[in-house]
């Protein structure tokens, strides 16, 4: 037995001190040959400071005493970069204690970050208040119907917020506004009654004629001042259909003609004049509508259609929903504080916002959002309002940047009591104090479209932050890109529009979704052919590997036999399969990027797709809880996404959205029966050569069963594997299959005809008598 004294310890001094590595080793190994380190060792210091000078036992098998040494040291110790126990520490004779454990290293998790329009750039998103996030989104104005501009902001925003609550597990408080107090609502609410009023009255054609002609006066002096190409585009188009409804109507009329024809070309007349009359009527008329109530019917019918579209697109409803109606008393409150605080100021009835005076106040900045905006008159004059631009009204400003907080009414407005006279809500101002009311002085997130931020959002951080006296009102400001029609500007007041109601006639809501998925939310997005076959053929991809997963799982299986041996192909796939769950991860905190991540989710499947073909290549079944796992992964970021809308637990539900019944367990049961039957009768068929039975099966199969939506697919030497798909894309998919024999046919028959022409050619120059060269 070894003692522990210190006359025992090894003196290394020498050892130590020698710097060339391989010699020191060399040396310490013919020091150790006179030591006995294996029974009975002891620890010391000096031990400890050799350790620690090495990284590993060498390799060398003649430097045997050191690589003993070491293990004996290492077994005490652990690593040579871990701590040193007391010089003290001993182990024991014949009893070994367990080795000290540090966890592993690690990496750094990944943050997410969003595009904040306040900085333009990706900030990591650090919410004020722990896990909950408050955020306020701005809605429609709602004067007319929700078109596919709308859909781009509602979908994208739902997307953000479904990731935000169910990937990241934010607890997200969701605010919406209705604007339906507005500069547009008054006027479209006030032309509506008046053209109604006028068509009730059944003008006669003579007399339609002449106002049309009246109305067209105005309309051509605004035409010819119109220097935007796109909108005098459509100017010229509404100008050019209406001059020729009118002169259909001029020939009959003064021939005096009466009856269907004319009372038809009445109503065309009546149909293409509707704007221009409208307009006509309302320079004419509009001061005299007085009736609160016009203004207020034609917005509760247009949010009512946006609602709807909401819910038939999949979006999820706001946790609070604000109409401006509601807010007035409010609004009046938030104006009076900015008053007051020294930042309006009261001209003629109306209260203006003082962007110099805020300006050039300690602590605030005008513009935050788009600052080299500031001052362009048009775009400020467009954010005041069709009905609040007049030379009167902009003279009542100190400043040609200062932007109503409150408009004093004039006759044919609407108008609520208030210290300053009767008047109305300024467009900026709504957000502000709806937003304020229930978020308080600051919030997490503000979102809108990308042609909001200036004036509106900039106007908006300005008189919000002039009331709480702060400079953080919004913490992070997302807004999304644009939409365009197939290239070209869409734009509701150019008529160049698509409903969502119109959209969803082509295209389900889930295509939809997925043409936005393949999108960033923040940039540009083209709606067009190209654009939605991408996310036609993208939910295609996925069905069908979600149908031959399903089918897999249906095929019986003991209760052991559910878990099968792994082999080589099995590792790497599930190895592919944690990469792509690793950088689907990496995408979404990286502005929660969806393009990626469906990028990610394509090759995943593609994958998939390799393995099972090489698996039914080898007469093998595929691994069925691999795939069950990379198909319940797939059908869970696609659930939150909002892609999947019912409680689906593997990939798109069958029987379409907002059906009661889930089709597949259902009848699937029945279809596994008849695809048996059927198999056996074919193979009974083939045996006994009745081709007429396998004509008929194969009509089952092509024609009749597809009528239903559902696919059989045979495959030689494994079982048929039976597919409940939409009823029209498999009757596509026939019609397609249809034209593409028939091409093959035509082109048959073509290339024989061509070779008889070639063989009868060449039997004529060999004849005799030919005139072969």
């Not at 000078?53 to 290492?74: C, E, I, K, T």
């Not at 644009?482 to 082509?506: E, P, Q, R, V, W």
């Not at 939310?521 to 993208?538: G, I, P």
């Not at 290549?617 to 809308?645: C, D, Q, W």
Request: net charge neutral; aromatic share 8%; glycine share 6%.
């Amino acid at each position: 037995m070894a003692g522990s004294s210190a006359e025992h310890a090894p003196d290394y001094r020498s050892v130590l001190s020698i710097s060339d590595e391989a010699a020191r080793v060399r040396a310490l190994n013919e020091h150790l040959s006179t030591r006995s380190y294996v029974q009975g060792f002891s620890l010391s210091q000096a031990d400890v400071d050799a350790f620690r000078q090495l990284s590993g036992p060498p390799a060398d098998a003649q430097l045997f005493h050191v690589a003993r040494w070491f293990r004996h040291v290492a077994a005490i110790l652990g690593s040579p970069r871990a701590p040193a126990p007391p010089c003290g520490l001993q182990a024991s004779r014949g009893r070994r204690t367990q080795p000290p454990w540090s966890p592993p290293a690690g990496s750094e998790p990944c943050q997410l970050r969003l595009y904040n329009s306040l900085t333009r750039r990706k900030d990591v998103f650090v919410p004020q208040d722990g896990r909950r996030v408050t955020w306020y989104c701005c809605g429609p104005t709602v004067y007319d119907a929700s078109h596919m501009g709308h859909a781009r902001s509602y979908i994208s925003f739902d997307i953000l917020r479904r990731v935000l609550r169910d990937y990241f597990k934010f607890d997200v408080f969701y605010c919406m506004n209705i604007t339906d107090i507005d500069d547009k609502i008054i006027k479209r609410a006030r032309q509506n009654y008046l053209f109604e009023q006028y068509r009730e009255k059944q003008p006669q054609a003579v007399q339609l004629l002449e106002d049309v002609h009246a109305a067209l006066q105005p309309f051509s002096a605004k035409l010819r001042e119109t220097s935007d190409p796109d909108k005098r585009q459509m100017l010229e188009r509404l100008e050019r259909a209406v001059r020729l409804a009118a002169e259909a109507l001029e020939e009959p009329a003064r021939r005096g003609l009466a009856g269907e024809e004319l009372d038809g070309r009445v109503q065309v007349l009546l149909e293409e004049a509707k704007d221009l009359l409208s307009d006509w009527l309302d320079s004419m008329h509009g001061s005299e509508v007085s009736d609160n109530s016009i203004f207020s019917k034609l917005p509760k019918f247009w949010e009512a259609e946006f609602h709807k579209d909401m819910e038939a697109l999949n979006v999820l409803p706001p946790d609070v929903l604000t109409r401006v109606s509601e807010y007035v008393p409010e609004i009046v409150d938030f104006v009076r504080k900015i008053v007051d605080n020294g930042y309006g100021y009261v001209s003629n009835g109306s209260v203006y916002f003082d962007t110099v005076k805020f300006a050039n106040s300690e602590g605030h900045c005008y513009g935050k959002l788009v600052p080299e905006a500031v001052g362009d008159q048009k775009a400020l004059q467009e954010g005041e309002g069709d009905l609040s631009v007049s030379a009167e009204r902009l003279s009542e400003k100190r400043s040609p940047s200062d932007f109503a907080l409150w408009k004093a009414s004039k006759p044919g407005e609407p108008s609520w009591p208030c210290p300053w006279g009767k008047g109305r809500p300024g467009w900026h101002i709504e957000c502000s104090a709806m937003a304020g009311t229930l978020l308080g002085a600051s919030m997490d997130l503000h979102g809108g479209g990308f042609d909001l931020r200036f004036p509106h959002h900039d106007n908006e951080l300005a008189q919000s932050e002039a009331y709480f006296e702060n400079d953080c009102w919004v913490r992070y400001f997302l807004h999304t890109g644009h939409l365009t029609i197939a290239g070209c500007k869409m734009s509701k007041s150019l008529k160049n529009f698509i409903t969502i109601k119109d959209a969803l006639k082509k295209h389900s809501a889930r295509q939809l979704r997925l043409a936005f998925l393949m999108h960033s939310w923040k940039d540009a997005l083209d709606y067009s052919a190209n654009s939605m076959e991408s996310a036609l053929q993208f939910e295609k991809l996925l069905n069908e590997f979600f149908l031959n997963v399903k089918d897999l799982l249906r095929a019986p299986v003991e209760v052991a036999g559910q878990f099968e041996k792994w082999e080589d192909k099995e590792t790497e796939l599930n190895k592919s399969f944690y990469d792509k769950k690793a950088a689907v991860h990496e995408a979404l905190c990286d502005n929660v990027d969806t393009r990626t991540v469906l990028e990610e989710m394509r090759a995943l499947v593609g994958q998939c797709n390799h393995y099972m073909a090489a698996r039914k290549a080898a007469r093998r079944r595929p691994n069925r809880a691999l795939l069950e796992s990379v198909a319940r992964y797939l059908t869970h970021m696609l659930k939150i996404f909002g892609a999947i809308e019912e409680e689906s637990s593997l990939g798109f539900p069958v029987g379409g959205p907002g059906t009661s019944l889930n089709l597949e367990p259902t009848v699937m049961p029945y279809l596994q029966v008849l695809s048996e039957f059927r198999e056996g009768v074919r193979r009974v068929a083939r045996e006994h050569r009745v081709p007429e039975v396998l004509q008929l099966s194969d009509a089952l199969r092509d024609d009749i069963l597809p009528e239903l939506g559902v696919r059989f697919e045979d495959h030689e030497g494994l079982p048929t594997v039976v597919k409940l798909v939409d009823r029209d894309t498999l009757l596509r998919e026939r019609e397609e299959k249809k034209r593409a024999e028939e091409e093959k046919r035509r082109k048959k028959e073509e290339a024989a005809r061509k070779r008889q022409e070639q063989e009868v050619t060449s039997a004529r120059g060999r004849a005799p008598g030919g005139n072969a060269l």
